[in-house]
């Protein structure tokens, strides 16, 4: 069964900085471009940042290019965000999301439970 | 960036009626390489992650029942539920992934009249 499970969330003051964690489970997490996106309280989906299966190759939105920073354990099969100088407007629930590979069509097909981030002093 | 609008932002559809929610783009999603619209379809209920629905605008994902259908190419499309039921009770977003940024719609809410 596919897991993904993300941890790390809490409150944070403005300024402050948060990793968040995301434990894959139930498939080979190496072959997979992982993403994150967020939710604000009462608010839409947004995507926040992609990493390549290998790690090698990533993008972000532009709210948080520059202070946040995807990465990836593949031995761990474990999605990190590492997120600096955070601001009000980062509050939100943080997904995970696992994308299908291209032949089988590219939608998010698995998420996490996502992990409450509160940026508040 | 590409802009995802969707219409209506509510909507309140009787038990076994048809419920449709549409979805435009700011720029085509179509890849013209393999003909496919990289467009997707997620449903969040409350407290709950979203689950993909449909991709490339119209193939329903493994699971999902079939009253749920997609339409359109290019920049419009058309999410169907064709008998609602009262478990479709939730927000609907339409996502493009073409290209980064992968943007959502603003979602649709879906309730029982």
């Known amino acids: 069964e596919v897991q993904l499970v993300e941890s790390g969330g809490g409150l944070v003051q403005p300024g402050g900085s948060l990793r968040l964690s995301c434990a894959a489970s139930g498939f080979t997490f190496s072959t997979y471009w992982m993403h994150w996106v967020r939710q604000a309280p009462g608010e839409g989906l947004v995507w926040v940042s992609r990493?390549?299966?290998?790690?090698?190759?990533?993008t972000y939105a532009d709210s948080v290019k520059g202070r946040f920073t995807i990465s990836r354990d593949n031995a761990k099969s474990t999605l990190y965000l590492q997120m600096n100088s955070l601001r009000a407007e980062d509050t939100a629930v943080y997904y995970c999301?696992?994308?299908?590979?291209?032949?089988?069509?590219?939608?998010?097909?698995?998420w996490g439970q996502g992990t409450l981030v509160t940026v508040s002093s | 960036d590409i802009v995802m609008t969707q219409s209506p932002d509510s909507l309140a559809v009787s038990l076994g009626e048809r419920a449709t929610i549409n979805c435009k783009s700011s720029q085509s999603v179509l890849y013209s390489s393999n003909n496919k619209n990289y467009l997707a379809w997620y449903q969040q209920k409350p407290g709950q992650p979203p689950n993909l629905l449909i991709y490339w605008a119209s193939t329903r994902e493994s699971g999902v029942p079939d009253r749920f259908s997609g339409s359109g190419s290019g920049t419009d499309f058309t999410l169907t539920i064709s008998s609602l039921q009262a478990e479709d009770v939730a927000v609907y977003y339409c996502?493009?992934?073409?290209?980064?940024?992968?943007?959502f719609g603003q979602g649709t809410k879906l309730a029982i009249k």
């Open positions: 999301a696992r994308r299908t590979i291209a032949a089988a069509g590219g939608g998010f097909d698995y």
């Open positions: 996502q493009q992934y073409y290209s980064t940024p992968y943007t």
């Open positions: 990493i390549s299966s290998d790690g090698s190759s990533t």
